[in-house]
């Protein structure tokens, strides 16, 4: 049984630009959750979707940041017009069911912009 | 407001125990985990805690005091593998998890 699958590892960035990250979660698991780790700091969480729904998005920016997890594929964080602060690990979570079930995370995505 | 504290950093002996203790406040608490968490890694769970009391797995063991807010992540038989970030983390409410910063534990010979 595969782990949580996040591509691309590391994505390099221009100021301006748009990033997509990608996240398949775990064989099983309906419920994906997106995390920001900044250097030498704690995972801060962005949002949580289910399948063509996003539950909670409480810690995403207003701007520039969406979330989906269509019914078919992988959920897709993209990040508009990036900004040196955007650069950070991003990292993807899946559960199996409820929300109270643990997460496993995936490898994250680096991103850097320069 | 929500906050979680744990230790910056700590440094222990290989063979010996080390205890990382987490305080927390948070306006809602639905379960506390613990992650290990290697540089440049993904975090790996290692206990989940929803009652008062010690949860025993293995070579690590976390407490939970609710009415304190107040939990330990306790290691035996340390080996040089567990240095790492340990994160402590809360669920308030039925899905959103706020992790502390995490402590860096060094494992010297």
């Known amino acids: 049984n595969a782990g949580v699958m996040q591509n691309p590892r590391h994505l390099v960035r221009r100021r301006g630009q748009e990033a997509r990250l990608r996240c398949s979660p775990m064989?099983?698991?309906?419920?994906v959750y997106w995390y920001r780790q900044l250097p030498e700091e704690g995972l801060k969480f962005m949002v949580y979707?289910?399948?063509?729904?996003?539950?909670?998005e409480s810690g995403m920016p207003k701007e520039r940041f969406s979330a989906e997890f269509p019914k078919e594929g992988p959920s897709i964080l993209r990040i508009q017009q990036v900004v040196r602060g955007d650069s950070a690990a991003y990292f993807c979570?899946?559960?199996?069911?409820?929300?109270?079930?643990?997460?496993?995370f995936g490898p994250g995505t680096r991103l850097t912009v320069l | 407001g929500q906050n979680i504290d744990q230790p910056t950093e700590m440094t222990a002996t290989e063979g010996a125990i080390v205890q990382i203790n987490c305080t927390y406040q948070?306006?809602?608490?639905?379960?506390l985990f613990w992650y290990q968490q290697h540089a440049g890694e993904a975090p790996t769970f290692l206990s989940y805690?929803?009652?008062?009391g010690l949860e025993e797995k293995g070579r690590f063991s976390s407490f939970l005091s609710r009415s304190k807010g107040y939990s330990y992540l306790l290691l035996k038989e340390l080996q040089m593998k567990d240095s790492a970030s340990y994160l402590c983390?809360?669920?308030?409410?039925?899905?959103?998890?706020?992790f502390g910063s995490g402590t860096r534990l060094s494992i010297r010979p």
């Open positions: 979570a899946s559960s199996p069911g409820q929300g109270t079930d643990t997460q496993y």
């Open positions: 064989k099983g698991h309906s419920h």
């Open positions: 979707l289910q399948k063509e729904n996003i539950i909670d």
């Open positions: 948070t306006s809602g608490f639905n379960g």
């Open positions: 805690n929803v009652l008062d």
């Open positions: 983390a809360v669920r308030d409410g039925a899905s959103k998890i706020i």
